[in-house]
């Protein structure tokens, strides 16, 4: 990988109903931390990652535009899912309506991002079911920094098994994660990156035709954001 920032860079955009915690995962993605009280995102933020994908070997730059959920800003955060290589759907597995409302984001997404595009369905806030120790047994280990050991607990509203199925109904890739705990945050983006490596492989996007899908840079070219997280906010 010598003399090579990056392999690809993948635009992202995370979307989903207000409050379900979009600004969060990509803060735990960039970051490694947890805010208990974030601000509601005005627009879109703007958060870069590099990755490795240790079985391609390869390292991906991922450029994530976190969404506003409320719906006074749908039209602006639409504009920014044109050309979008993959999407993270988000719900918050303690609130039903968020669960509902995702096909219509995903409907929205259909419509403005590529046709190609990488969705992963993300149920999030799964620290806080009873149920959570399954997939806190998963994938990614948790970096926060507070005790778990007095976290509330709230009614789960959408079952593991009704949100896979949908997912799998719509060729949507899913997992369940916790901004909070960190609990398959990274590998939510691994997985999603995967699936967009192989559509490359396969000629599904392409450089010339996919503007959410870039080749690499050389390291002297890779001025502006060539660190390994980066965030800030526009509109
Ligand atoms: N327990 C728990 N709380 C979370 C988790 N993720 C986010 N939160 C909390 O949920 C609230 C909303 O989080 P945000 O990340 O701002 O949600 P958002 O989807 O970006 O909201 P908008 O920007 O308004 O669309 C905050 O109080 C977060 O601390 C999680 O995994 N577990
Ligand atoms: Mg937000």
Redesign the pocket.
């Known amino acids: 990988m010598a003399g090579v920032a990056w392999h690809y860079v993948l635009k992202f955009i995370i979307t ?10 990509l803060i735990r993605l960039t970051d490694q931390r ?5 601000d ?2 005005l627009g879109v933020e703007f958060g870069s990652k590099l990755i490795t994908i240790p079985e391609e070997n390869k390292v991906v730059k991922l450029q994530c535009w ?1 969404t ?3 719906e006074s800003f749908r039209s602006i955060t639409r504009s920014y899912y044109r050309g979008a290589a993959g999407c993270l759907l ?1 719900y918050d597995v303690t609130n039903r309506q968020s669960f509902v409302h995702a096909r219509s984001w995903l409907k929205d997404v259909r419509e403005h991002a590529d046709p190609h595009l990488t969705c992963i369905l993300v149920g ?5 079911c009873s149920d959570a120790e399954s997939a806190d047994a998963e994938q990614t280990v948790s970096t926060s920094q507070e005790s778990t050991s007095h976290r509330p607990r709230r009614k789960r509203e959408v079952t593991t098994d009704e949100a896979e199925l949908w997912a799998k109904e719509e060729g949507l890739l899913f997992v369940e994660a ?4 960190g609990v398959n945050v990274e590998f939510a983006f691994e997985e999603a990156t995967r699936d967009i490596l192989r559509k490359v492989h396969s000629g599904v996007f392409d450089d010339e035709r996919s503007p959410g899908v870039k080749l690499s840079q050389p390291r002297n070219d890779s001025l502006t954001l060539d660190t390994a997280s980066q965030k800030s906010s526009c509109c």
């Open positions: 989903g109903d207000a409050a379900v915690g979009k600004s969060s995962l947890f805010l208990a009280n974030p509601p995102t976190d506003a959920g409320t988000v999030n806030k799964v620290d806080l916790s901004a909070k705990s």
